[in-house]
DNA sequence: ATGAAAGCGCTAACAT
DNA sequence: ATGTTAGCGCTTTCAT
């Protein structure tokens, strides 16, 4: 059985307050007494209970984080800045990976619960009505991330999705494309679905392109996805010189499916992205992509949520905006 | 404050043993009073605490994982079928991320022994003293995933690197190449650096095919190091007609590194990645990969570990070796 | 079939 | 400056 505290306590021939004083970094404790329980920690190789603590302290210290898919570059880029960020606050993660399964999504909410988790991080916006729910009555801070749910009641770090697809298609217009096809997101999302939507409707409207809805598509964000869409595209007549795809996954494989059937990328067409995860600098050619600061949402998103834990009365009532940008690289090219 | 179990029974007018049974699912508890018990928990929205659930069993149900980089697709993958497979089996992830951190990876052990975690996954070889120290006292199951530490008390799930790589070499050969460059990883790792070098090595020999020094080199299994080695073995007099690369990354990064340079692959130099990660299918020409079943991996470390909970006395004494396998795509060609 | 009470390992008044 | 003790919320003998 691993040594608990009145063990060391017994060691050092003190009582277990002093051992737990000297635990916690306490002052009111003399020199030699917090030689001899530091002595009798080492010997005995003894370690906190992290359980017992938190019974006691009702903090746990456990950040939950429901991410859809670690596999994607994208949200794995912002799990990783989170967790370090985590980390540097002394914060662990318990995290749940949903694909899409609402059982196994409101299962995690309710381990989330059990475990007595501080805070909460999700980074999907498909809430259904139970997981609503039962989010609602939670009475644990909760934050999303890269993603903002359709309630106003809770807050989100995240950039501004209309106005970051509205510059998208701007650039593609400035390079003097006309017929811009569209391989947008899930309707239902608000920001990475509607939001960009609308921004590249908006953009085209503003410099008096008319919206073909024949250039339009919808997917799920993932590479196959890009891949299937375009060829409807490509078929289009006119075929567009250029496509805005909302994620650089859609994006890189609308490339593939370009280039397989034997177009080039971006001489026969232009192709932007919509992220800035890894893949657009591992790709040939690289994938021109509004950005989002995906390493910065990550690290903003604890710090506010740490913030929350610690001051659940005056949570934050905004939403956090980050800025976007615009990263050229060898996928798009002007029009002639 | 949240209600307990105290609450709970006083609603129902029962004994919070009574509510104890229940919320375990008990017998010798009467319908009516079951029934009782299950509107006061209903009404309270109770949730049992884990906390103190684990305390007094000494189980936690959490698993802590030591991830190199959760960006990377390989490792994603495999944590993703690890999620999976615990959460099937009602265990939690506490998941660190350490890059190439040290003392962040000895902070965590330390974390994953104050939590009381009931098992530790490892994805990765590079233990020095210090951890190595540490995990030998820590008195929790311990399994390594994808890797290989040159001790041998710990156990493994793994594939035959040796093999494996003797296996792609042969592949290679077997398409009429003869000048063969080999990307290798870090030699101080025994699975991924030093067998999948000798299987490169003596694939050659049995060949009758001599090792050139000059075409082999060493990076960090990185899609950068791949970029950058691959231009040295370009330079060599007469230039490798393939390569091989111990990891798909590094594959893709040399592919790019060829393109840059004005090169094709396949047609001027075939290359051969290793892993088998999602990135195989989004670049072009597709990776020709040797294999490693990296979802059945993760599956199979978490149940291994789960037997390891259980029976600690019987305690597997061998590594769990999984089967390689040669996916052909599009990188590599014969060699006329 | 149900309940009382001890204790899991720790912290935090409170007392000295 | 140090120690005593009462919980934290639950499970689990042991009684009844």
């Given amino acids: 059985m691993a040594p608990k505290i009145k063990d060391v306590a017994k060691k050092a021939g003190v009582s277990v307050t002093t051992v737990s004083r000297v635990l916690n970094g306490e002052k009111y404790v003399k020199d030699d007494l ?9 010997e005995l190789g003894y370690t906190p209970s992290h359980i017992a603590r938190s019974l006691v ?18 949200y794995s880029t912002i799990l990783s800045n989170i967790e370090q960020t985590a980390s540097l606050n002394d914060y662990n993660l318990l995290v749940c990976n949903i694909i899409e399964d609402t059982d196994k999504e409101l299962k995690y909410l309710n381990v989330f619960k059990e475990m007595r988790v501080d805070g909460i991080i999700i980074m999907h916006e498909k809430l259904n009505d139970e997981i609503r729910e039962m989010i609602g009555k939670l009475d644990i801070p909760i934050i999303f991330s890269s993603v903002k749910p359709p309630d106003q009641q809770f807050i989100s770090v995240i950039i501004d999705d209309y106005e ?14 006309e017929r811009i096809g569209f391989i947008g997101g899930d309707m239902r999302d608000v920001t990475s679905g509607q939001n960009r939507y609308i921004g590249y409707c908006k953009a085209l409207a503003d410099n008096g392109i008319p919206l073909v809805e024949d250039c339009v598509r919808f997917g799920d964000y993932k590479t196959q996805s890009g891949y299937t869409l375009i060829q409807e595209l490509l078929d289009c007549e006119p075929r567009p010189t250029a496509v805005f795809a909302v994620s650089d996954d859609m994006a890189v494989g609308a490339m593939n499916a370009v280039r397989d059937r034997g177009l080039a990328v971006p001489d026969d067409i232009s192709i932007i992205g919509f992220d800035g995860s890894q893949l657009t600098e591992l790709v040939r050619p690289r994938v021109t992509s509004m950005e989002q600061p995906i390493r910065e949402m990550g690290t903003v998103t604890v710090n506010v949520l740490i913030e929350m834990i610690a001051h659940p009365e005056k949570a934050p009532k905004q939403d956090v905006i980050l800025r976007h940008e615009l990263v050229v690289r060898d996928s798009c090219r002007r029009n002639e």
Avoid at 164 to 177: E, N, P, S, V, W
């Fill in 57 to 74: 302290r009702k903090k746990t210290n456990l950040i939950g984080v429901i991410v859809p898919d670690v596999t994607s570059s994208f």
């Fill in 34 to 42: 917090k030689e001899r329980v530091k002595s009798a920690i080492d």
């Fill in 164 to 177: 970051a697809a509205y510059d998208a298609t701007r650039y593609l217009i400035g390079l003097g494309h």
